[in-house]
C-alpha cells in the first residue's frame, strides 16, 4: 500500500468535506452521549471515593444536564423518538440530581439516602423501558443501556441496604460511561472518515 503523502493532498481532501458539511446537519447524539458519558464518569469517580460532590455538580448542570438536554430536543427536530426521549430525559435527570444536591447541602429540605432511592427506583423503571428500545437499534447501544439499568438497580440496593452497592456500582458505571464513549466515537469518526471505524454491531432484538 503506497502510503505517500504529496503536497495536493490536503487540499484535495478538504474540498469534498467542506462541501459535504454545507449541506448536511449535524447529529446532536455526538454531544448527547458525550454529556452524559463524561458526567457518569465523574459521578462514579465520586461514588467510589476519588471526587467530592462539587465537580460532578458544576458538570451535571452545565453538560450533563443543559447540553443534554439541548441534544435532545435538536433530536426531536430529526424525528427520532428514542434520542429525543433518551437524552431529553437523562438531562432533565442530571438538572434534578444537582438540586437534590444543592438543596441537601444548604439545608433547603434534607434528602434521606431512601429519599434518593426511590428517586433512582423511577429512574430504573425508565431505563428499564429504553434498555428494550436500545436493544432494537444497535449491540452497542443496546450494551450502554443493559450496563446503565445495572448500574441503577445497583444504586437502588446500596441507597436502601448495603452502601458497598453503590461503589460497585461506580466500576460498573465507569464501564458504562467508556460504551458511551466508544459509540459518541463511532458517530464521530463514521462521518469524518467516511466508513464505519468503530462498529456498534447489528441490533440485538430483531
Known amino acids: 500500500m503506497n502510503m505517500t ?34 458526567t ?24 450533563g444536564g443543559l447540553a443534554q438536554l439541548i441534544a435532545g430536543l435538536q433530536e426531536a427536530k430529526t424525528g427520532n423518538n428514542f434520542g429525543y426521549s433518551a437524552f431529553t430525559s437523562y438531562g432533565a435527570f442530571w438538572i434534578a440530581f444537582s438540586f437534590i444536591q444543592i438543596a441537601d447541602a444548604t439545608g433547603l429540605f434534607p434528602v434521606s ?30 450494551v450502554l443501556f443493559i450496563t446503565l439499568l445495572i448500574g441503577f438497580i445497583l444504586l437502588v440496593i446500596g441507597h436502601f441496604g448495603a452502601p458497598i452497592f453503590n461503589v460497585i456500582a461506580g466500576y460498573e458505571l465507569m464501564i458504562c460511561a467508556a460504551i458511551a464513549l466508544y459509540v459518541m466515537a463511532h458517530e464521530i469518526f463514521r462521518d469524518l472518515f467516511g466508513y464505519d471505524v468503530l462498529p456498534v454491531g447489528q441490533p440485538m432484538i430483531r
Open 113 to 142: 439516602a431512601a429519599d434518593v432511592g426511590w428517586f433512582l427506583v423511577v429512574w430504573t423503571i425508565y431505563t428499564a423501558i429504553m434498555t428494550i428500545g436500545a436493544m432494537r437499534i444497535s449491540t452497542g447501544l443496546g
Open 5 to 38: 503523502v504529496t503536497s495536493q493532498t490536503p487540499a484535495v481532501a478538504a474540498e469534498p468535506v467542506a462541501t459535504q458539511a454545507a449541506g448536511k446537519h449535524c447529529n446532536p447524539a455526538v454531544i448527547g452521549l458525550a454529556g452524559f458519558a463524561l
Open 40 to 63: 457518569t464518569l465523574l459521578l462514579q469517580f465520586h461514588n467510589v471515593g476519588w471526587v467530592a460532590i462539587g465537580p460532578v455538580v458544576g458538570l451535571a448542570i452545565v453538560f
